[in-house]
């Protein structure tokens, strides 16, 4: 039960937002996009490494395969 | 390890969807995915016992274990099926939950063919 996980998700989209922000305010609007792409991958790639340790987990102990 | 810890985690997490809800709705959406995603890893292995237990006891009665397995395929199936299903109606997306929660329901209709088959042998046994 590590609580870790989504405390660094949370901190990336915060650090996203922030980002965003700054980025906007210097009207460097495609930048700001970007670095919202590049947080939304990041975390995608952390969420879907857990999904697939869940999946696995469930084949092996339903022997769903 | 006990229930408080799994609450615990789960009031911090809705916090941290909440707070960052209105600025990047698809972070807090994998928040939350990520969350669930914990607490199910967690309890997979408190399921583990009870499937040890349940197949000493159909062993001891001799119960087929072909069933067995088939039941245990069911279960994990409407496991999964769930967990996807929940996470397309948090995002709002019904349409999608439904298709999946259809999709389930057909995989697992697959499954229960041949214990069906079994009890209809049964049945048409027993017919005069």
């Known amino acids: 039960m590590n609580v870790d996980i989504i405390f660094k998700i949370a901190a990336i989209g915060i650090l996203v937002t922030v980002l965003n922000m700054v980025l906007v305010s210097s009207d460097r609007k495609e930048q700001a996009m970007m670095v919202t792409l590049v947080g939304l991958v990041v975390v995608l790639m952390m969420v879907i490494s857990m999904v697939s340790n869940l999946f696995n987990a469930v084949k092996t102990m339903f022997q769903l395969y | ?128």
């Open chain 2, 1 to 128: 390890m006990s229930i408080f810890q799994i609450v615990m985690f789960a009031i911090i997490a809705a916090i941290l969807v909440i707070t960052i809800k209105s600025e990047r709705p698809e972070i807090a959406m994998l928040i939350s995915l990520a969350a669930g995603v914990s607490i199910l890893i967690f309890v997979i292995s408190k399921i583990s016992t009870v499937i040890s237990v349940f197949n000493q006891l159909t062993s001891r009665t001799n119960i087929d274990m072909i069933y067995l397995n088939n039941i245990l395929k069911i279960i994990g199936i409407a496991y999964i099926t769930e967990f996807g299903t929940q996470i397309c109606k948090d995002v709002g997306e019904g349409n999608l939950a439904s298709k999946v929660e259809l999709a389930g329901k057909i995989f697992i209709l697959i499954e229960a063919i041949p214990i069906i088959l079994a009890l209809l042998n049964v049945v048409v046994s027993i017919m005069p």
